[in-house]
């Protein structure tokens, strides 16, 4: 039997590229693993390849899924039904720190029925709690399990608690798995805890610190009356990187020669107590004014529309004043989050200048000045002989210049869509998307064109069941808000019932 062979034959209904049968070869049997593949280059097939195999081979019964809160849930919703067969019999449940009925559901019957793959997937922000941390072990203790830690950067620090609890919970598992786009955001001292988790000492060092002593270089420093001890540098990193292969598989998007041209990922926010109340209210407000009306025009909706859709951004901007942020949204934290795994250039695509402000401010404080540039209504043209720094002459010459220091552009689909060639930017964040379609396709090519470097990968921003949630939708059926915007429909947009049409 071939390795493809065996792969379907574990219930994996898709086709795997080469460069994720390579790694299923080199890492089925492999009590700790760590799969360092890009973004876009298929991690979540990759490990779920290896929990079909041990499940078939009877190793275990059961995965845990542990992944941060923008993504955890694309495993239930995409890649487990995706990638595993419906014949081979199998359970999934989402523990989650707000538990609607459906997930209450799910937990309360997964023990139920015979024997099948049971699959429990966790926010990464939950398993801090004594009661998720119980039910998480008391998950593990009644069969040998497959842990999986998704975008392990989330346990990079030693000190954080959720590092402790999760290497804690891993000691449970009978199969450990990491994966990371970029395991070494920071520093390649990030690495410490996340093989920690995978098996202690697995480095062949005691503790961090040791570590540390081996890899940083270290300098005395005092501040006022205190003195103390910082890392200034690192050394012995091919050491280090030899040590880390031999029990990890590293892929690069430009190394998959066979990766499709455009990828396509979601990554879902879910609103904050405060957020999510402004949207009922709003939601609610709207469905009065526009049921009281006899005949309900677009513009009347899509201006509900676009209240619904600051709130979901964290902001409002009120009638007549200035924006108003909302608290408890955490969009902007998740946008960092995959920033800092982005290895090269990025695009950030936001609607409104509120959220372009913040994002800017906010990548400039974490990567530096210089790192990143503004493409809106109110950055300058600039001169093409003398292109002055931060204009928009000036940010595309940067951008695409390899060796500039500029790796991200924060831009507005209406200013930036025409016109630009950003070739260098291989992922592409739609922080929040335009209703025109004609604007999402306009400003998709601006990377993916003549030129492009590689595969480019997009990433959407979305929180469910919302107006975003549906614009997108909407946006991925490739129809118009306009076509949309009809009496028959505006209750679907505002989610007040379901929708026939549109593609899920």
Known sequence: ?????????????????????????????????????????????????????????????????????????????????????????????????YQTKEIKKQLETLESGGE?????????????????????????????????????TTI??????????????GKYAAFRRICSGNPTPQSPLDLYSQTEFLKKNLL???????????????????????????????????????????????VKKCDCLDLPPKIYQVRDIEMGEEQAKYYEKMANEAFIQLSATAQVTATMVLTQLVKLHQITCGFLSPDGGPEVDIPGCTRLEELMEILEQCEGKAIVWSTYRHNIRQIFSAIEEKFGKGTVGHYYGDTKVGRAEDPEEGTRIWLTKSFQN?????????????SGRFGNTWTLGTTVIYYSNSYNL???????????????????????????????????????????????????????????????????
């Open 1 to 97: 039997m071939t390795t493809r062979e065996l792969i379907k034959a574990c219930g994996i209904v898709t086709d795997p590229r080469e460069h994720q049968v390579a790694c299923f070869d080199m890492s089925r049997e492999r009590e700790s693993f760590a799969i360092f593949s890009e973004q876009g280059t298929g991690k979540s097939l990759m490990a779920l390849m290896t929990a079909a195999y041990l499940y078939r081979e009877r190793k275990i019964g059961r995965v845990l899924i542990v992944a941060p809160r923008g993504c955890y849930r694309v495993f239930v919703d995409d890649e487990i039904p995706k990638h595993l067969s419906p014949l081979i019999p199998h359970k999934v449940a989402v523990w989650s720190s």
């Open 116 to 152: 099948m793959l049971r699959v429990l997937v966790v926010n990464v922000e939950a398993c801090i709690t004594e009661r998720a941390a119980n039910f998480i072990v008391d998950f593990m203790k009644r069969q040998p399990t497959l842990m999986i830690v998704d975008e392990s």
């Open 156 to 169: 990079k620090s030693p000190t954080a608690k959720r590092t402790k609890v999760l290497i804690n919970i």
């Open 204 to 250: 062949g060092y005691g503790n961090y610190f040791a570590f540390r002593n081996r890899f940083a270089v270290m300098a005395e420093r005092r501040f006022g009356n205190r003195s103390f001890r910082q890392v200034v540098g690192f050394r012995d990193l091919e050491a280090l990187k030899a040590a880390v292969s031999r029990f990890s598989f590293i």
């Open 402 to 414: 390899p060796d500039s220091k500029l790796r991200f552009i924060v831009a507005n689909q209406a």
């Open 438 to 504: 004609e604007f999402r396709d306009q400003s998709e090519d601006r990377s993916h064109r003549i030129g492009t470097v590689g595969p480019v990968t997009y990433i959407d921003l979305r929180t469910r069941g919302t107006v975003d949630d549906k614009i997108l939708k909407i946006l991925k059926a490739k129809k118009t808000l306009s076509e949309e915007l009809v009496q028959s429909n505006w209750r679907w947009i505002l989610g007040l019932e379901e929708n026939r049409d549109v593609a899920n």
